[in-house]
């Protein structure tokens, strides 16, 4: 199957971007709602197509949709994730267990509650986070 403008286009980008460009595949689809691209890259190359809070994907969404205004199309760009990679650093620190108490304890300060019950120490700091806003509370502004 010959690839498309908008294949070649997402393709040439994200091969500039990661390490491992022999690893990115594009398959696109069409439905109702437009042209449904979606990305796989290698494990690691994973953040460097996200980016930081995501602006690197939302960048190439950006750039798909100036295409689509040109070539009269909605593009939407979906970057499906590997789910049996494990970040180095996190392997570093230890077992699979200490990336699950690593995680909670991000969700924990961002204020998620459905995990802290998982370890001690994200309930910890989900404790003294609660205690911290109620001091807040308090206050008479």
């Given at each position: 199957?010959?690839?498309?403008?908008?294949?070649?286009?997402?393709?040439?980008?994200?091969?500039?971007?990661?390490?491992?460009?022999?690893?990115?595949?594009?398959?696109?689809?069409?439905?109702?709602?437009?042209?449904?691209?979606?990305?796989?890259?290698?494990?690691?190359?994973?953040?460097?197509?996200?980016?930081?809070?995501?602006?690197?994907?939302?960048?190439?969404?950006t750039l798909l949709r100036a295409l689509?205004?040109?070539?009269?199309?909605?593009?939407?760009?979906?970057?499906?994730?590997?789910?049996?990679?494990?970040?180095?650093?996190r392997v570093e620190r230890g077992t699979?267990?200490?990336?699950?108490?690593?995680?909670?304890?991000?969700?924990?300060?961002?204020?998620?509650?459905?995990?802290?019950?998982?370890?001690?120490?994200?309930s910890k700091l989900a404790e003294k986070?609660?205690?911290?806003?109620?001091?807040?509370?308090?206050?008479?502004?």
């Amino acid at each position: 199957m010959a690839t498309t403008i908008d294949q070649q286009f997402v393709e040439y980008i994200v091969k500039t971007l990661v390490n491992n460009p022999d690893k990115v595949e594009i398959k696109r689809d069409i439905d109702e709602k437009g042209v449904l691209l979606s990305l796989t890259v290698d494990p690691e190359d994973i953040g460097r197509v996200i980016g930081k809070r995501g602006a690197t994907a939302q960048s190439i969404r950006t750039l798909l949709r100036a295409l689509g205004t040109k070539n009269d199309a909605r593009y939407n760009l979906k970057i499906i994730n590997n789910d049996d990679y494990v970040p180095r650093e996190r392997v570093e620190r230890g077992t699979t267990a200490g990336i699950v108490d690593t995680v909670s304890e991000d969700l924990a300060a961002m204020g998620t509650d459905e995990v802290v019950e998982n370890s001690p120490k994200s309930s910890k700091l989900a404790e003294k986070t609660r205690q911290e806003l109620a001091d807040l509370d308090d206050l008479d502004i």
